[in-house]
C-alpha cells in the first residue's frame, strides 16, 4: 500500500520569499512516481512537477523545484519567489508503475501575503 | 490543445436519485481516472479506465460505476444518491497509463450537492 503524508495544514509565505511545502511517503513498490499538483479555489486539480523514484537529479519546473531525498522518503515542493497567486491548497501524490492510481496527501493551504 | 472538460459543473440532486458525469479527456489521451474530493475523506481515487477496461477500482461501494467509450469519453453514473455523496469529483487523463511518469491533468471538477 502507498501513502503520502503531508504534516503542514497551513503555512505562510510573504511575496518574493521562498517557501518549502512537505511531503513524506511510503511505498512498497520499487518504481513509482511523486506528483505535486496546485488547487486554486476554483477546484480545478493543476499539475506541478514530477519526480521519478529513479531520477537521479532532482526536478525542476520553472519557480518549482523538488527536493527528492529517496532515503528518507521525502519529496518536498520548493516555491521560489512566492507571488500572491500561489496562493492555493497544495497536494502531493504517488503514483506506482503501470497505474494511473493516484494517492494523495491531506494537502496544505499555502497563503501569501503582501 | 483543449484541456480535460467535465459536464455538468454544477449539480443539485436529492437523495435517492441518480446521476450521471461526462468526461472528456485530452485529445490524444486514453486514460480516465476519477477522483471523489470531499472536506472529510479529502482525495480518493475511485476508478480508472484504459481503452474501454476498467483497469483499477478504489474501495467505493457498488452505486459508484463508470465506463470508457471508444473516443475515450469516459461517464460515471452514481445511483441511490446519499447526503455523503456530496463532493467534487474530478476527472483525470493520461496518455497511456504506462510507466510511474505519465502524468495526470485534471479537468475543472463537477460539484455534486445532494440534498
Known amino acids: 500500500a502507498q501513502k503520502i503524508t503531508q504534516t503542514q495544514p497551513g503555512m505562510f509565505v510573504q511575496e518574493k520569499e521562498a517557501v518549502t511545502l512537505d511531503c513524506t511517503y511510503d511505498t512498497s513498490d520499487p518504481s513509482y512516481g511523486l506528483f505535486w499538483y496546485k488547487q486554486p479555489s476554483s477546484g480545478e486539480m493543476i499539475f506541478l512537477i514530477y519526480q521519478g523514484s529513479y531520477d537521479q537529479q532532482n526536478a525542476t519546473e520553472g519557480r518549482y523545484s523538488l527536493n527528492f531525498q529517496k532515503a528518507r522518503k521525502s519529496a518536498n515542493l520548493v516555491i521560489s519567489a512566492s507571488q500572491l497567486g500561489d496562493s492555493a491548497m497544495y497536494f502531493c501524490?504517488?503514483?506506482?508503475?503501470?497505474?494511473?492510481?493516484?494517492?494523495f496527501g491531506t494537502g496544505t493551504r499555502l497563503q501569501v501575503f503582501p | 490543445k483543449a484541456g480535460v472538460t467535465q459536464t455538468p459543473r454544477y449539480l443539485i440532486k436529492t437523495r435517492g436519485q441518480q446521476v450521471t458525469l461526462s468526461c472528456s479527456p485530452i485529445?490524444?489521451?486514453?486514460?480516465v481516472s476519477w477522483y471523489q474530493q470531499t472536506p472529510g475523506q479529502g482525495l480518493q481515487f475511485l476508478f480508472e479506465?484504459?481503452?474501454?477496461?476498467?483497469?483499477n477500482k478504489g474501495n467505493f461501494p457498488g452505486r459508484f460505476s463508470g465506463r470508457q467509450f471508444s473516443n475515450s469519453r469516459s461517464e460515471m453514473n452514481v445511483s441511490t444518491l446519499e447526503l455523503g455523496d456530496s463532493a467534487l469529483y474530478l476527472c483525470?487523463?493520461?496518455?497511456?497509463?504506462?510507466?510511474?511518469?505519465?502524468?495526470?491533468?485534471f479537468g475543472p471538477g463537477t460539484r455534486l450537492l445532494v440534498l
Open positions: 483525470a487523463s493520461s496518455l497511456t497509463a504506462s510507466g510511474d511518469q505519465e502524468t495526470q491533468y
Open positions: 501524490a504517488i503514483k506506482a508503475y503501470n497505474t494511473d492510481k493516484l494517492i
Open positions: 485529445s490524444g489521451h486514453r486514460s
Open positions: 479506465y484504459f481503452s474501454e477496461t476498467q483497469r
